[in-house]
């Protein structure tokens, strides 16, 4: 990967979010003065609002869109939840609590489906499984782990400034996916024109000059059933680990839902995700450390996990970085975490397929943790969630064959990174909108603009 531009784009976001979370303190700072007492400021309250699922044009205008977030969303790898939470709110009327939660069950919904027709896809290039389990299990642990801590930032920090963080983060995404995805384009290109060449002229072992000429195989390669595809394509060992992890976390959540908040028993249970995520992802980071160097010792050039990253401990702390940064974008979004994982994995060296499938896997495994703790504290309206979550399970069928057979069609897997670049891209517009929609109305009715205390605010 192109180290000039990475580090250009890390330079940025460093800097963005600097700037933004400074400002954020200069505004604090500057209208501590007009509150006297704790008592006396105004905190922005969310209320349910929950609207009768009955037919309407805006129930029409919202599936439309929810259809076509879910099908491009899943294909990206990216999931959705920045079009799904700005169209719950603006369109439909829900609270912005209630939106995150039904996001999330869309995502849910548009992965399952994505993940079952990939699980019957065979790998483009190679004799090995669509999913990449290697990397599933390297970055689903920080991923769920950084959503708990997003969860947390967003009951802290004032609503205009994860506003802000997050057109920052998905402006830099976007572009960078657009400058990766027009660098594919052209190496396809290059490619395409190659290979035309190639089938055009050939030399045989005389010398002669043959012009069109096609040769067929001696030994055709033996076509699989999607049966057989599909079982390749599992692999159980390493999904029980990845279960494992989903229930672990998923029990901590349930038992801390249960505590006073900001309790010794509360605090206990939280930091106990630290330790089982960094297990697993200690174990699998160790893993591919040893796989990388016993090839490079043994000359094998041969690239790890789909990746072309080098697998040193500086390479492996920035991966889990981007994990917990992935995730904590998810709770507060009210996404799976894909807008950060699925440009990584590209970021990486993984090819688009394997990175689409790879993402929407993990975020399989986040977003129906949050679906199942959302479901127990009730935080959305059951009719609505089963509609929506049904919406987008057909809309992951049709996004992932629509685009394989436009692949298979153009011979061009960069469309998917474009894909990619225009969702996130629409999300930054979306949150855009509604996030200065919701900061003029809280400066209008002079609510606080600073950040909260954690455990005031619950």
């Known amino acids: 990967m192109s180290m000039f531009s990475t580090n250009g784009f890390i330079l940025y976001l460093l800097s963005g979010f600097s700037l933004a979370i400074l400002s954020s303190f200069f505004l604090t700072h500057s209208n501590e003065h007009k509150y006297s007492s704790l008592n006396s400021l105004h905190y922005s309250t969310t209320h349910k609002v929950w609207p009768e699922l009955e037919f309407s044009w805006k129930l029409v205008l919202a599936t439309v869109i ?29 609270d912005t609590k209630s939106a995150a939660a039904l996001s999330k069950c869309m995502i849910m919904g548009a992965s399952a489906s994505s993940v079952w027709y990939n699980l019957r896809v065979p790998h483009p290039t190679k004799e090995v499984p669509i999913l990449d389990y290697d990397l599933a299990l390297l970055f689903q642990p920080m991923l769920m782990l950084g959503i708990t801590v997003g969860v947390a930032l967003s009951v802290v920090f004032p609503y205009w400034l994860i506003t802000v963080l ?13 400058f990766r995805g027009t660098e594919m384009w052209k190496e396809e290109t290059i490619m395409k024109k190659e290979m035309a060449k190639q ?44 279960m494992i992890v989903w229930v672990s976390f998923l029990l901590l959540q349930i038992i801390k839902n249960n505590v006073k908040v900001c309790s010794a028993w509360y605090w206990v249970l939280y930091t106990l995700q630290f330790p089982i995520a960094l297990i697993v992802f200690g174990r699998e980071a160790v893993k591919l450390y040893k796989d990388h160097k016993k090839r490079m010792n043994t000359g094998n050039l041969e690239c790890i996990c789909e990746a072309s990253i080098e697998w040193t401990p500086l390479s492996i702390i920035f991966c889990a970085l981007c994990g917990i940064l992935g995730g904590t974008v998810g709770g507060l979004l009210g996404s799976g975490g894909g807008f950060i994982l699925g440009p990584l994995l590209l970021e990486i060296g993984v090819i688009p397929q394997v990175a689409s499938a790879t993402a929407t896997f993990v975020m399989m495994f986040s ?14 309206p059951i009719p609505y969630a089963l509609y929506l979550t049904g919406v987008s399970i057909l809309a992951g069928f ?39 929609q919701t900061s003029i109305r809280m400066i209008r009715n002079h609510e606080f603009m600073g950040f909260l205390g954690f455990c005031s605010s619950q």
């Open 367 to 380: 977003s129906s943790l949050s679906v199942v703790e959302f479901y127990l504290l009730n935080r959305f």
């Open 199 to 242: 089938q055009a002229t050939f030399v045989n072992s005389r010398g002669e000059l043959l012009i069109d000429t096609e040769y067929e195989p001696l030994i055709p390669k033996e076509k699989k059933t999607s049966m057989q595809i599909l079982c390749f394509n599992l692999r159980w060992k390493r999904i029980l680990m990845l």
């Open 66 to 94: 929810g259809f076509l977030g879910s099908a491009f969303g899943t294909v990206g790898g990216v999931g959705g939840g920045g079009i799904f939470v700005p169209m719950l709110t603006l369109i439909i009327g829900f």
């Open 398 to 436: 049709f996004g992932q064959c629509i685009v394989r057979k436009l692949i298979a069609i153009l011979k061009r897997a960069s469309v998917i990174v474009f894909i990619l670049s225009g969702v996130i891209f629409a999300s930054a517009l979306t949150m855009g909108v509604i996030g200065i």
């Open 166 to 178: 997050i057109i920052i983060l998905f402006i830099g995404t976007s572009s960078r996916s657009l």
